[in-house]
């Protein structure tokens, strides 16, 4: 094992524990992945992040096959795996069940462009995929369908997906969708938001790319 390797299983732990420590996930659903070469390294499915560790981690090759001996990947992984796969812009990828964005995602609802940080996730809106079972292939199309170029997406019925070229940016992503569900959440209970237009939105879009990666949200 590189040193590369070692250390993205470690920034892979710190995510999971983050995610549960900032109340965007709990026990042991959510998962994590981060490109390695031609494979990725993924969470293993069915440990809480209080007793994950480094050697947890699962190395998922190319070819979809994974070491006998260790843990088994997260039951997501082809999600994962088709992100990394379609995206050369992506290297980490980030599933949770935060509350808000599952209450969105359960009420079949994408979140409209209702304040300027939705744009942090690449689009105007965070767009919905459609309802598969959990762990199938046919949840992960339909993931890589809907987020199409953009950085997150809700997933119906189901939960949140986060991803950017570094696991902190897919972290970042993942909270700042769920605090802007949170925000469209609470603006249905007086009535709804008001939008931002077309314009405004790709205003705020081309900002961003300006910004560059590290300074988006700093306004
Ligand atoms: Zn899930």
Same mark, same amino acid.
């Given at each position: 094992?590189?040193?590369?390797?070692?250390?993205?299983?470690?920034?892979?732990?710190?995510?999971?524990?983050?995610?549960?420590?900032?109340?965007?996930?709990? $026990?042991?659903?959510?998962?994590?992945?981060?490109?390695?070469?031609? $494979?990725?390294?993924? @969470?293993? @499915? $069915?440990?809480?992040?209080?007793?994950?560790?480094?050697?947890? &981690?699962?190395?998922?090759?190319?070819?979809?096959?994974?070491? =006998?001996?260790?843990?088994?990947?997260?039951? #997501?992984?082809?999600?994962? #795996?088709?992100? *990394?796969?379609?995206?050369?812009?992506?290297?980490?990828? &980030?599933?949770?069940?935060?509350?808000? =964005?599952?209450?969105?995602?359960?009420?079949?609802?994408?979140?409209?462009?209702?304040?300027?940080?939705?744009?942090?996730?690449?689009?105007?809106?965070?767009?919905?995929?459609?309802?598969?079972?959990?762990?199938?292939? #046919?949840? !992960?199309? =339909?993931?890589?369908? !809907? *987020?199409?170029?953009?950085?997150?997406?809700?997933?119906?019925?189901?939960?949140?997906?986060?991803?950017?070229?570094? *696991?902190?940016?897919?972290?970042?992503? !993942?909270? #700042?969708?769920?605090?802007?569900?949170?925000?469209?959440?609470? @603006?249905?209970?007086?009535? $709804?938001? @008001?939008?931002?237009?077309?314009?405004?939105?790709?205003?705020?879009?081309?900002?961003?790319?300006?910004?560059?990666?590290?300074?988006?949200?700093? =306004?």
């Amino acid at each position: 094992m590189d040193g590369r390797e070692s250390a993205l299983r470690e920034e892979i732990v710190r995510v999971m524990v983050a995610m549960n420590a900032r109340g965007l996930n709990r $026990g042991a659903s959510g998962n994590v992945s981060a490109r390695l070469g031609e $494979g990725m390294l993924i @969470t293993p @499915t $069915g440990v809480p992040p209080a007793e994950l560790t480094p050697a947890h &981690v699962v190395l998922v090759g190319p070819d979809g096959q994974w070491p =006998a001996e260790g843990l088994r990947p997260s039951s #997501e992984w082809q999600m994962h #795996e088709g992100i *990394l796969r379609g995206r050369s812009d992506v290297n980490a990828v &980030v599933h949770c069940h935060s509350r808000h =964005a599952t209450i969105l995602a359960c009420a079949g609802r994408e979140i409209p462009p209702m304040h300027y940080m939705v744009a942090m996730a690449g689009g105007a809106s965070v767009p919905l995929a459609p309802y598969a079972t959990f762990g199938s292939s #046919e949840l !992960a199309d =339909a993931v890589v369908q !809907a *987020l199409g170029g953009r950085n997150a997406a809700l997933m119906a019925n189901h939960g949140l997906i986060a991803l950017g070229p570094s *696991l902190s940016r897919a972290l970042a992503i !993942a909270e #700042e969708v769920e605090e802007q569900a949170a925000v469209y959440w609470g @603006t249905l209970a007086i009535g $709804g938001p @008001t939008l931002l237009s077309d314009r405004e939105m790709t205003k705020v879009l081309d900002l961003f790319k300006t910004y560059g990666q590290t300074r988006v949200g700093g =306004a």
